[in-house]
C-alpha cells in the first residue's frame, strides 16, 4: 500500500513541556538565561523540576508544534523524532496521531526517557526553555522514514536538533533523500544561541544548496550573518536560499523571494500569555500557506494569525480552530 | 523531630488528569455519561485514549485537588494517596510537593501504573470523566502516615476512593486515627452515581457519627437521603452531621450547623471554561475558611470565589493567585 502524499514531513525534538509560571527572581537565582533555550543533563533538569512551581505538561517540541499546526489547519504533516518507550513518549506519539500528524519513529526501549523542556513563563509572557533532551537526541539515521520524506512536497529540519551528532547525520541524509526526490528543503535556525556553535556547518548547509527555505528570527538572521543591521543581513542571506522567511515578534515578518521583499504585520491579540511556540506556529502557518500555492503576503499573514493564536494561551499546541482562524 | 500541625489532611485518589475537548457527539459515539465520573479498566481507558483529541495533563485527583487548592490560600494541607513509582507518578508528586502539599505515601514499584482521569470538556464546559484509577486503588491501611494523620485538625475523605476495598479500609483506619487523637472527620461524596452501590456503607458511617462536616452537591444530597426535594435531604441529613454543606453549581451553596441554615451565592466568571475541579476547589475555600474561624458566611463566600478561579480554565488545579482571591 502507498501512502498518500503529504505536504511536509518534519525532523526534530520529540519531547513534552512542563511549563510553570514564575517571576524574575526564580530565573536569576537559578542562572536561568531569560528568553532562551539552554540544554540541562537530567540531574540538572531534575533539580530544576524540583525547585519549579506546579507544571501543566503538553506535547512540544519545535518541529513537532509546527507540524501539529500544518495538520491543524488542514495541511497533511508527517513527523519522524525519537521518543522513549514511557509515559511521556506515549503522551507525544498520541498528541499527534489525535491530529492527524503522522508519526511512526519507534520508541526506543533501553535508555534516557522522551525528552522534557522545562519551560519557565514569567508575567511579562517571555518564555525560558530548558530542554533536557532525553531520547530525543538519539534519532538514528536508520530511524528515517525514507518513503514518508520522498512523499511530502516539503522537507522540514530543526536547527535545535542540529547540534548533537547522531540526529545531524539523520538530518543530512534525510536532506539528501528529499532532494533526490526532487522535494524541497526548509530550515529553521531555532535560536541564535544554538547558531554560535553550528555556525559553520549551517553556514555550508546553505551555502551547498541544502537549503530551499530558511526561517530565521531577527537574532538569529544577524548572528549568523555577523552582520549588526537586519537590511544588511537580508542582503547576504537572500543570495543563497530561494525563500528566506525572517521574523521579528510584535512587528511582524519579512519574506523575501527572488529578490523581492514582502513585510507582514503581526496580528492582532487580546492578551499575551505565554509566548512558547510563536515562531513553530508562524512557521506553520507560512508553510501550510505556501503548500497551497499562495501569495508571500499570504503566506505572512496565515503565520501572523496561527502565531497570534498560541501565545494567547499556555502551551505551543493549538487550543482553537487553527482551520477556522486562517480561512485559506 | 516533630512534623509542624497541619490544618487538613486528606485522602483521595492521586492520578494524573488527561484534558481534551470534544463535542456532544463524540461523547454519545462512545457511550460517556456526560457530566459523570465513570471508571475505565486499562483496555477500555486505551481505547478512549487513542480516540480522543490532542490533550493537556495536570495532577487531578478530587481530594488532591481540594489539598492543592487549600495550600494555594495559604492552608497547612497534606494529602495521602497511591502513585506508581512512573513518569505520571513523579508529575503528581512534583506538583503537590511545588504547591506546599505534604505528600510522602510511599510510590509502588510493582503493578499497575499511575491512575489517570480522561477529561472530555465539551463546549458547554461541562466534564465527562473516565477515569482508570490504576495504582490509586491500591492504597493499604499500612501506607497511611499515622503521625500526619495525627498531626491535622481535619481529615477529608473522598467518596471516589470509598468503592474499593483496600482503600475504603484505609480511610475507615485513618478515621479511628483522627477521631482517637481529637481530630474533625470531612467528608465529600463526590458524585451521585457513587452512592448508588455505596450507599448503605456512607449512611452507616454517618449515623455512626464517623463524619463531622459532610460535603455534598444537591444531586448527592437527594439520592442519599432518598428524597426529592432538597429541603426535605437537608432536614434528613443536618441531624446526623454537626456541619452540612450542599454546593448548587451556579446557584450557590448552603451549610447548615447546629440548626442554623446559610445560603451563599456563587462568585462571578467571566468565561466558563471547564467545570473540572468546582466541588473539590469549593471544598478548598470553605475548609481554608473554616479552619481560620470564619464564619459560616464566610467559608461560603471563600469556597464560591475558589471555585469560580477553577472553572475559569482547564484543568483542577489553581492559575490564579487564591491566597490574594480570598483574602482572608
Known sequence: MTSPPLDIVAIGDAIVDVIATCDDA???AHHLPKGQMQLLDQP???ALY????SARETSGGSAANTMAGVAAMGGRAGFIGQVADDQLGA???HDMHALGVRFATPAIADGPPTGRCLILVTPDAQRTM???PGASHLLRPEALDEVMIRSAAILYLEGYLWGPDLPRSAMERAVTIAHDAGRKVAFTLSESVC???RKEGFARMIEGGGVDLLFANE???LQLTGRTDLTAALDVLQVKVPTLVVTRGPVGAIAVEEGRRVDGGAAPVAQIIDTTGAGDLFAAGFLTAHCRGASLDRCLSTGAIAAAEIISHF???PEADLRQLIAL
Do not use: K, Q, Y
Open 219 to 221: 537574532d538569529e538572521a
Open 315 to 317: 502551551g505551543a499546541r
Open 91 to 93: 503522551i507525544f506519539e
Open 44 to 46: 540538572a533538569a531534575d
Open 50 to 53: 524540583a525547585a519549579m512551581g
Open 195 to 197: 547558531i554560535a556553535g
Open 130 to 132: 530548558n530542554t533536557c
Open 26 to 28: 526564580f530565573l536569576v
